[in-house]
């Protein structure tokens, strides 16, 4: 069998098998339409985020001085591992910082999302309770 009639067999093939193919069925009866939202748990994971970001603040930090002071003494003897263990301080510190960037992120998006969430329960509340749809409905 030559390439085209192999090459042309192959396009037959998977032109007859063209369909949707689903990995799995959705799921019967559909689901609620109704947004929840738990704020007691949310504020609770936003305020440990919160905790975390003040703890890593200053808890992050405690060896740094000691870590710089090592290093300076073990480079002045003339040992390797001092530039070594002053550049583990600085990756160290730069993770610090990225960690407690994503705290503040998590804990003021959460605050930002119950709050935000507050005002468009409010707004809709408003709005449909000064709506006078009802009168046109008989």
Not at 13 to 39: E, H, I, V, Y
């Amino acid at each position: 069998m030559s390439f085209d009639e192999e090459w042309s067999a192959a396009r037959a093939a998977a032109g007859s098998n063209a369909a949707m193919r689903l990995n799995q069925a959705p799921a019967p009866g559909g689901g609620g339409a109704d947004l929840a939202l738990n704020q007691d748990q949310i504020g609770a994971i936003g305020s440990e985020a919160y905790e975390l970001h003040t703890r890593l603040q200053t808890g992050g930090k405690h060896a740094a001085t000691a870590t710089t002071e090592a290093a300076g003494a073990l480079t002045r003897e003339g040992f390797a591992s001092g530039a070594a263990l002053l550049k583990a301080n600085t990756v160290w510190e730069g993770q610090v910082k990225t960690l407690v960037a994503a705290c503040a992120t998590i804990s003021n998006g959460l605050n930002y999302s119950l709050s935000s969430h507050a005002k468009d329960e409010q707004q809709l509340h408003a709005d449909f309770t000064a709506s006078a749809i009802d009168t046109y409905l008989t």
